[in-house]
T-cell receptor
Framework: GAVVSQHPSWVICKSGTSVKIECRSL??????MFWYRQFPKQSLMLMAT?????????EQGVEKDKFLINHASLTLSTLTVTSAHPEDSSFYIC?????????????FGAGSRLTVL | DAKTTQPPSMDCAEGRAANLPCNHS???????VYWYRQIHSQGPQYIIH???NNETNEMASLIITEDRKSSTLILPHATLRDTAVYYC???????????FGKGTKLSVKP
């Protein structure tokens, strides 16, 4: 079945530094990848949609200059949290949709827990 | 996308069937019902989806009412590992950008 690998699974960083999270589709080509954020005891919130080879589409209220998304290939999308602050601490989850799969049958990564000190 | 309403929490005894309801009274003709679940501190997992016919796979069954205004996800023999938050999502979009509500927290107890 479709597998999405997300790395790192957890990261701790100092305030002001940047953190990159990778999302890879291992056995299928992901034409579209999605990035979600989840705060404790809350549901997932869609941050942005990234299509291979084009600029990401950000949801309202998500700062595109702070959360840089790159989808340079059909198997890799990256999310970079720039100048991270404690309020950016959250669980970041990516998901992918493939050409041969139902558009809304998404495969999710295991998530990356970011803690900013 | 149509709005969905789910109970915030449910309990189920291990080995018994878990029936999770979802109300989607404003669903439109081209919208599908999707179910995902999220086990604590993991990414969501796709379970099943359907349009108007009942569906069954190795994980669960999906029963959709004839008027499509509600549906029920059935886990036939719940195990402790089925403890998770279950999300019912209704969408006709083709982009895959799912919007998650609060879901139902299912606790399977021994």
């Amino acid at each position: 079945g479709a597998v999405v690998s997300q790395h790192p699974s957890w990261v701790i960083c100092k305030s002001g530094t940047s953190v990159k999270i990778e999302c890879r589709s291992l056995d299928f080509q992901a034409t579209t990848m999605f990035w979600y954020r989840q705060f404790p005891k809350q549901s997932l919130m869609l941050m942005a949609t990234s299509n291979e080879g084009s600029k990401a589409t950000y949801e309202q209220g998500v700062e595109k200059d702070k959360f840089l998304i790159n989808h340079a290939s059909l198997t890799l999308s990256t999310l970079t949290v720039t100048s991270a602050h404690p309020e950016d601490s959250s669980f970041y989850i990516c998901s992918a949709s493939g050409v041969r799969l139902w558009a809304n049958v998404l495969t999710f990564g295991a998530g990356s827990r970011l803690t900013v000190l | 996308d149509a709005k969905t309403t789910q109970p915030p929490s449910m309990d189920c005894a291990e080995g018994r069937a878990a029936n999770l309801p979802c109300n989607h009274s404003t669903i439109s003709g081209n919208e599908y019902v999707y179910w995902y679940r999220q086990i604590h501190s993991q990414g969501p997992q796709y379970i099943i989806h359907g349009l108007k016919n009942n569906e069954t796979n190795e994980m669960a069954s999906l029963i959709i009412t004839e008027d499509r205004k509600s549906s029920t996800l059935i886990l036939p023999h719940a195990t402790l590992r089925d403890t998770a938050v279950y999300y019912c999502i209704v969408t006709g979009g083709s982009q895959g950008n799912l919007i998650f509500g609060k879901g139902t927290k299912l606790s399977v107890k021994p």
